[in-house]
């Protein structure tokens, strides 16, 4: 019988969307199960055949939760602000809202091509101001809350204000900017200003002057993975390190329980190295350096303040090194060496904090012509600047000790400055020992034999008894920066009184964004915000109105700029557990229901940006009450890139020749990509003519073919527009299904590994279904028997449960499709056509390859989707066997085989095997020595 894959398909999606087969129940009379995919941002290229490897095998996961009797949620939305539908509008003045609609409408219709069994009903979109609505209101909780390291949470910003009116700052134990101290008078006698001025320090959402990478082509901000070698990703602009007044949020608060919280996760361990990395938890000192002939003036330190996980090395630092952004490098520097720091401060404002993280083999740096003061050796120690010193990392100044630290030590060679030497336990002088742990330096001789920790607790005790610091936790992660200087993103629900920041009422939300003409910034610098012409915030009458109004009495301006992309990503999840709700994020009941998502997949390189901000936010909304589950994602898998198999053709130097592949070795040549959809069919033959049609460039293109024929040359890449090799799934609908499709993707391999595509390897997996189909046809006529199975049949279909549901629970889908085949080629030899081995084949197959199970099912006389139906319960039974054939071996080298009845113990086994006339023949009147039997599996005889 034909199969149909083209009807079959388009039939299913139709009856799926009509009947809303997959629309989620929130009934809890069934366990739940939550899986989801990463938020997509919908690209105007739309899918290739790389994107949905991860949602095919969510669907698969998904499905089969479904067999099981779960209750599923599975959901799909669009992250859809960002930098590329901005650059786009600002490129052809199209508004970014109807290139991001109709980039979505493109994603949407190729996910349903797919067969997705995605609850279309709960999307979301963190474009839609009844989204983003949210997201203020998310932001705006933060701004009102404060993390007590008492408690260890988050809590409402009025219960600090409660502590300064009755105690001022005395036994405040808070994460904060600064270390304030005032007394409850002083607090109670404060202007409103002042009072709001110090919250700020406080505030889990807060406004700072802060580091950022600035792009002046882009008019932004850009976050570090939107930086690659010092320039832009998007369009290769300069970028600069700037001191900007940012929105930030105080994601270091819960640095010790993001680490913590990792030992609960099921994630891959790499992930968890990842952020335990970025997290950077170390323990030291925090010590003071006094400047030599620095006198402290009012708001300014005469000293250096370091964090130092080696306080017992501290002996040996000869000399300071300050990040180029520290506040004290203006200060401290002298006249006479003015000019060279400030011409390194420009030349270090080009790199990325990334990228002076990455070059650890070339320092550089300059003298401040100022010395500080070592406070246990009294020696003087020249204070430098270089770029190796971060100003995001411990107190933006460093220690330096050559004889134990690897960039220590080049930048002493580099600028000839001293280096003492250590002592190592055993006693033996070295110059350096850059890692030993049991290392002291020559001058602290009362820490001579200690070993690593008791001189570390030592000197952490004379630190604190000089009054000139103490032992410390340091984290290296900094706050996330939360503002961005663009139009096509949230509003930051604040406005601007007396030059402090209030937030706009709940019933002010959402803030929309406001329409402008131009999506650049101002003339004036400020962000494309800065051009709407109704933004400004009347307080008395709460409501948007005219910027011509701001008066700053009654009405005031509103924040200009936007909140990153990771913003409307930091809680989608929630979201999609009440997505309609307009009075709360998430009704209570809910998110208790649905709580962490069960299964979570998507890709590594969000481990320290999406995945760190989701977790901060959950454990947020965890600690004000709104949520109860600490974690987000349970379980995590990283599935691998698909890669593409690129062409290439052959030109020969100066000319329009282009040579075929086995002949170009015959000249000097240029290898060229070319786009895989020139080839003829599933071939490496090219097009000629589709090829001089190509390009404006190939038009006048000549060929030197072999065999009447031009080879391409193939390899394997990142699948990539620029490389020409991607493969549009819409294309692999159309010619093999999206079974096809869904079935190929799963079979190339191990989820977590990449892999390369070849389309020509579709036409393996499209015969599988041929075969599956005709299964249930005899001919043309569909027939299926409701005879018994028989033992063999039944042993098919019971090997391929034991096989399936092991390799379902253990995501390794490559090997179930295997599986598949291996069935059905067995059921098709036996001429299997009985209703009790097809009917569950159809519901086990169906994960992977919904459509043409759905319509077996439907010719199988059912009325309702398979989709709902028992996954079928393995019976060992079907498994044991009858007879098992025993090799036997004589001294170790098989002769022959013997059928034996599987009920047969060992011993039974072995007097039946002396018995055997061929084992008699062998033997040749000998006695064996011993008989080996390996129950069910070997014999061996020893003569």
């Known amino acids: 019988m034909f199969y149909d894959h083209q009807q079959i398909e388009k039939k299913w999606q139709k009856y799926w969307e009509e009947n809303q087969t997959y629309k989620t129940s929130d009934a809890p009379d069934k366990p739940k199960f939550y899986v989801l995919d990463m938020f997509p941002y919908p690209s105007g290229a739309g899918l290739h055949v790389g994107h949905p490897l991860g949602y095919i095998a969510s669907d698969i996961y998904a499905r089969y939760k479904r067999h099981q009797g779960f209750n599923v949620l599975h959901p799909v939305g669009y992250d859809s602000f960002g930098l590329p539908a901005e650059q786009y509008a600002i490129q052809t003045g199209q508004h970014p809202a109807i290139t991001t609609e109709q ?7 190729q996910l349903r091509k797919i067969g997705f069994s995605f609850d279309w009903s709960r999307e979301v979109r963190t474009s839609d101001a009844s989204y983003y609505k949210w997201t203020q209101w998310i932001f705006i909780q933060l701004f009102h809350s404060w993390y007590n390291k008492n408690t260890d949470k988050a809590e409402s910003i009025e219960t600090l204000i409660q502590h300064f009116k009755e105690k001022g700052t005395e036994d405040l134990n808070a994460n904060q900017n600064d270390e304030l101290r005032f007394t409850a008078e002083e607090w109670n006698n404060a202007s409103d200003i002042d009072k709001e001025d110090i919250l700020l320090n406080y505030r889990l959402s807060y406004r700072a002057e802060t580091t950022v990478n600035w792009c002046p082509a882009l008019g932004t901000v850009l976050a570090n993975d939107e930086v690659k070698d010092g320039k832009s990703e998007r369009g290769g602009f300069p970028v600069f390190q700037k001191k900007m007044m940012q929105w930030s949020m105080r994601i270091s608060a819960y640095s010790e329980r993001l680490l913590q919280g990792l030992a609960t996760l099921d994630w891959p361990q790499p992930l968890k190295d990842s952020q335990e990395y970025w997290i950077g938890k170390s323990q030291g000192a925090q010590v003071k350096f006094i400047i030599d002939g620095l006198k402290a003036k009012e708001g300014t330190d005469n000293f250096v303040e370091v964090f130092t996980t080696r306080p017992d090395t501290i002996f040996g630092a000869t000399f300071m090194v300050l990040a180029p952004e520290n506040p004290l490098v203006e200060t401290i520097t002298t006249a006479v060496q003015k000019a060279e720091v400030d011409h390194y401060i420009e030349e270090t404002s080009k790199k990325t904090e990334r990228d002076r993280m990455a070059d650890v083999k070339n320092v550089s740096g300059a003298f401040t012509g100022s010395y500080a003061i070592n406070p246990f050796s009294n020696e003087k120690m020249p204070i430098y600047i270089s770029d190796y010193v971060l100003m995001g990392y411990g107190t933006g100044a460093v220690m330096a000790v050559p004889a134990h630290d690897e960039r220590d030590h080049r930048f002493a060679k580099k600028f000839n400055l001293e280096i003492k030497k250590v002592v190592e336990t055993d006693e033996d002088v070295q110059e350096k020992s850059f890692d030993s742990k049991t290392s002291v330096c020559v001058n602290s001789d009362f820490l001579n034999g200690l070993n690593y920790d008791e001189a570390k607790a030592l000197i952490i005790t004379a630190i604190e008894k000089k009054g000139i610091g103490h032992g410390t936790t340091n984290y290296r992660q900094r706050d996330a920066i939360f503002s961005r200087q663009r139009y096509w993103g949230e509003p930051v629900p604040i406005y601007y009184k007396d030059g402090m920041p209030y937030t706009l009422p709940d019933s002010a939300l959402p803030l929309e964004l406001p329409e402008v003409e131009k999506y650049l910034p101002t003339e004036d610098g400020d962000p494309p915000l800065g051009n709407a012409k109704v933004f400004a915030w009347d307080e008395a009458n709460q409501k948007v109105v005219s910027t011509d109004l701001i008066d700053d009495k009654t009405i005031f301006p509103l924040e200009l700029s936007t909140m990153p992309g990771w913003a409307g990503s930091s809680w989608y999840f929630l979201r999609y557990m009440d997505p309609n709700d307009e009075e709360v994020f998430a009704k209570k009941e809910l998110t208790d229901y649905w709580g962490q998502v069960d299964l979570y997949i998507g890709g590594s390189e969000h481990a320290t940006g999406h995945l760190l901000y989701s977790r901060f936010w959950n454990m947020f909304l965890k600690d004000r009450g709104f949520i109860n589950h600490d974690e987000p994602f349970q379980k995590l898998i990283n599935q691998g890139m698909i890669l593409g198999m690129s062409a290439f053709v052959y030109r020969i130097d100066g000319t329009n020749q282009y040579v075929s592949k086995n002949l170009a070795n015959d000249y000097k040549t240029q290898k060229i990509h070319v786009d895989v959809s020139l080839l003829k069919g599933a071939s490496d033959e090219l097009d000629t003519e589709a090829f001089i049609q190509w390009r404006p460039d190939y ?4 060929f030197i073919l072999e065999d009447g024929k031009y080879i391409t040359e193939r390899e394997v890449e990142k699948m990539s527009k620029s490389k020409y090799n991607v493969v549009n799934p819409d294309d692999i609908c159309e010619e093999y299904g999206a079974d096809g499709l869904r079935l190929y993707e799963m079979f190339l391999g191990p989820l977590e590994q990449s892999k390369p595509w070849n389309t020509q390897g579709l036409s393996g997996v499209y015969g599988f279904l041929k075969k599956f189909w005709n299964l249930y046809f005899n001919g043309d006529v569909f027939e299926v028997s409701d005879d018994e199975p028989t033992k063999a049949e039944y042993k098919v279909l019971h090997t391929l449960i ?19 085949m291996i069935a059905v080629n067995e059921l098709q030899k036996i001429k299997c056509n009985k209703r009790n081995i097809l009917e569950p084949l159809a519901v086990i197959i169906s994960p992977y390859a919904p459509h043409i199970c759905e319509e077996l099912w439907s010719l199988l006389g059912h009325n309702s989707s398979i989709e709902f139906e028992k996954f079928p319960v393995l019976n060992e039974d079907y498994l ?34 002396i018995q055997d006339q061929k084992v008699l023949q062998v033997l040749e009147g000998k006695t064996p020595k011993k008989i080996i039997v390996v129950h069910h599996r070997i014999v061996n005889i020893v003569i």
Request: net charge negative; charged share 30%; proline share 2%.
């Open 103 to 109: 980039n979505i409408n493109r994603y949407e219709e």
């Open 802 to 820: 034991k096989k399936v549901v092991f390799d379902i629970e253990n995501f390794s889908f490559n090997t179930s499709v295997s599986s598949f």
């Open 699 to 702: 038009a006048d293109a000549e």
């Open 880 to 913: 044991v066997e009858d007879e098992i054939e025993y090799p036997v071996s004589v001294n170790g080298k098989m002769k022959f085989k013997l059928s034996l009845s599987a009920q047969f113990s060992a011993k039974e086994v072995e007097d039946l095997v």
